[in-house]
């Protein structure tokens, strides 16, 4: 069965950082593509940042842009979020979400923003960022 977990949420003042961790399991790591996603209450969910494992390439949300990084370490089948210059509107629970064979831009049919491409998803993990 495929499993993701994420970790690494907590409290955190403004302006401070967090790394998310999403580890995933009992599927071939490289042959998904992966996103991070985030709602925030009585919000709909958003995309907040995804990467391609065909060129490395990764897409981010405007509202987070130069401050996030996602990233994918192969060997350890984990793709992480880290989290810079966070803010009060930064506050929502993280999910990671995992889809088959989109190793590259071109295969989603919307965006990897939209959450319906993707297969799998993680618990989540909750961020509160206080002012």
């Known amino acids: 069965e495929v499993q993701l977990e994420e970790s690494g949420g907590g409290l955190v003042q403004a302006g401070g950082s967090l790394t998310l961790s999403c580890a995933a399991s009992?599927?071939?790591?490289?042959?998904?593509?992966f996103g991070w996603f985030r709602q925030a209450d009585g919000k709909e969910r958003e995309g907040v940042s995804c990467?391609?494992?065909?060129?490395?390439?990764?897409d981010y949300a405007e509202s987070v842009k130069g401050r996030f990084t996602i990233s994918r370490d192969s060997a350890k089948n984990t793709v992480y979020l880290q989290m810079n210059s966070l803010n009060p509107e930064d506050t929502a629970i993280y999910y990671c979400?995992?889809?088959?064979?989109?190793?590259?831009?071109?295969?989603?049919?919307?965006?990897?923003?939209?959450?319906?491409?993707?297969?799998?998803w993680g618990q989540g993990t909750q961020v509160t960022v206080s002012s």
């Open positions: 990467i391609f494992n065909e060129d490395g390439s990764a």
């Open positions: 979400a995992a889809v088959a064979q989109f190793t590259s831009r071109r295969y989603y049919t919307d965006s990897c923003f939209t959450d319906w491409e993707y297969d799998y």
């Open positions: 009992e599927f071939t790591f490289d042959d998904y593509g």
